[in-house]
């Protein structure tokens, strides 16, 4: 604009007027081609949205899935499956017929033994493939969908599972040994509430209750009266799980774990309720590649954010540069082994720092104790997809896996077409200057916390 304005001044003003219609006549066109873009967005919208809600029957989810991989998600018709629509049925069973000490051995067993399921079958790891790190609790029903999606993504044979668990169930445990379309390892949280019931890390009876004052506390002498959080509440045992889970699996995978412990390629992190794009593969490679030309600072790719609407048709082939951001880009986020190295530099950063997300926790060490920042490269239109509306952050009362389940499946049937994009486009997210760290969200105060994490970090 300014070049043509800086030229248009010694014209005449014949050529002036005219060039000024031209420029009205471009405008139009402008114009019109914008209206046009508008309406397709428009269009592809409402096509989507029309569609969206339509059929979350069992029958229609099975539909939209292949044959061969229907046998994952069979319920077997035990006890343990329960029937009721309050949105329980995601959980395994309660029966408990195994006790502490069975469980307790076999997951020394696993950990121990570091069996790779389908060793023989695919061909071994290369330093550049990926291996994906599945971090799961109990929601069996999502897991479930989360291997369908894994199943129909093309190159998934010559990645590794890593099935990262904190409870020990012989239901999950079939389930994932019956995957047969990759290399699959299962390692065990050894430190879960499960296996410590009544002790710490789990709930000691001796410990202070949440809500009591500190004075009070004191004067009871119970366990931890000496370190509430910063919100003045005491340990909540559940709350704690996941963040010394996480630490204690990517020390694991990236240390010890015989299989990945000298891989330099990515390590893809999911989580239990989580959803694959088929592509999802093919997006990481694309942005590993692109990130090695244009974006040296980036060291964490992330496949998906939240988000209400989902438009490929626009941005299946954007993607954004950003500080990485906790509560944005901690879904499927990979990195690799000179990011975890700098990251575990600052283990006493994460196991000190008083809030119960890891992934807040993570956020304040790429902004207070790393000396390279975390630069995320995320996918704008996302290939992960969350499909666990009924996780402890989301408490609903009618909370059906199904309805976000065929979503998802509507979502990508809708986009297929704009999945695997040759090259990527970058854009710039404008991150408000300083967002003013609030003090944490606590529930990690405890000083046995900080050490059972500490003592977890392999350095
Ligand atoms: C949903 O889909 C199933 C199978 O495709 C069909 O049998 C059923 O009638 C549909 N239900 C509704 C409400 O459309
Ligand atoms: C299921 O429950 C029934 C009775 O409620 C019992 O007879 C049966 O043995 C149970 N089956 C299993 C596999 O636990
Ligand atoms: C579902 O939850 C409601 C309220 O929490 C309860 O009244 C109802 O009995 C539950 N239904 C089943 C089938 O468990
Ligand atoms: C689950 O098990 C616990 C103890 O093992 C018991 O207190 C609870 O009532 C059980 N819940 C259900 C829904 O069976
Ligand atoms: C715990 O379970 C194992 C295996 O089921 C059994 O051999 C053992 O006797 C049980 N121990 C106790 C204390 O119940
Ligand atoms: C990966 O292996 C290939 C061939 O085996 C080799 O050329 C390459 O340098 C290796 N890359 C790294 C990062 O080790
Ligand atoms: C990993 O590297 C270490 C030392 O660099 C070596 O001793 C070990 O054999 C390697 N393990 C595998 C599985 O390649
Ligand atoms: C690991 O990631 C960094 C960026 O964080 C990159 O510079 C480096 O080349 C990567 N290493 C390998 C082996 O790909």
Not at 48 to 64: H, P, V, Y
Not at 254 to 283: A, C, P, W
Not at 304 to 320: D, I, R
Not at 328 to 357: E, L, P
């Amino acid at each position: 604009m300014s070049s043509e304005s800086s030229q248009t001044w010694s014209l005449t003003s014949h050529q002036i007027t005219c060039s000024l219609s031209w420029i009205r006549g471009g405008l139009v066109i402008l114009i019109l081609v914008f209206m046009y873009f508008q309406l397709n967005l428009l269009l592809s919208f409402s096509k989507s949205s029309e569609n969206l809600d339509t059929n979350d029957s069992d029958e229609a989810i099975l539909s939209m899935i292949p044959a061969e991989l229907h046998k994952f998600l069979s319920l077997k018709p035990t006890n343990s499956t329960r029937t009721n629509s309050n949105g329980s049925d995601d959980k395994i069973s309660n029966i408990s017929t195994l006790n502490i000490s069975y469980i307790k051995e076999r997951i020394a067993q696993y950990n121990l033994q570091q069996r790779v399921l389908n060793g023989n079958s695919f061909q071994s790891l290369e330093n550049d493939s990926i291996v994906i790190v599945v971090q799961i609790h109990d929601r069996i029903n999502y897991l479930r969908y989360l291997i369908v999606s894994l199943a129909q993504a093309p190159g998934i044979s010559h990645t590794l599972l890593v099935f990262s668990h904190d409870y020990y169930d012989e239901q999950m445990n079939s389930l994932v040994q019956s995957i047969d379309f990759c290399k699959v390892i299962q390692i065990f949280y050894p430190y879960s509430i499960q296996a410590h019931p009544e002790e710490f890390p789990g709930e000691d009876p001796e410990d202070c209750p949440r809500d009591m004052k500190k004075e009070h506390a004191v004067q009871k002498k119970c366990n931890n009266a000496l370190s509430p959080d910063v919100h003045g509440h005491y340990r909540e045992a559940k709350f704690t799980q996941t963040k010394h889970h996480w630490w204690w699996k990517a020390n694991r995978v990236f240390k010890q774990l015989e299989v990945t412990r000298n891989h330099s390629g990515l390590i893809l992190m999911l989580e239990e309720d989580h959803y694959v794009g088929r592509d999802f593969i093919h997006m990481l490679r694309l942005m590993e590649k692109t990130s090695k030309v244009s974006c040296r600072h980036c060291n964490v790719f992330s496949l998906g954010t939240y988000m209400k609407t989902y438009n490929y048709y626009a941005n299946s082939k954007k993607v954004e540069i950003s500080p990485w951001i906790g509560g944005k880009h901690n879904m499927g986020m990979a990195f690799n082994r000179s990011t975890w190295m700098q990251i575990v530099d600052c283990a006493s950063f994460f196991c000190g720092y008083d809030d119960y997300n890891w992934d807040w926790s993570l956020q304040q060490v790429s902004e207070k104790c790393l000396k390279q920042k975390l630069h995320v490269m995320v996918a704008v239109a996302p290939r992960v997809f969350h499909i666990g509306e009924c996780g402890f952050h989301h408490r609903k009362n009618n909370c059906r896996s199904n309805s976000v389940i065929s979503k998802v499946q509507q979502v990508l049937k809708l986009s297929r077409r704009y999945f695997y994009p040759d090259r990527l486009i970058l854009t710039y997210s404008t991150v408000p200057k300083k967002t003013k760290p609030s003090k944490g969200n606590g529930g990690w105060g405890d000083k046995r916390d900080h050490k059972l994490c500490m003592g977890m970090t392999v350095g």
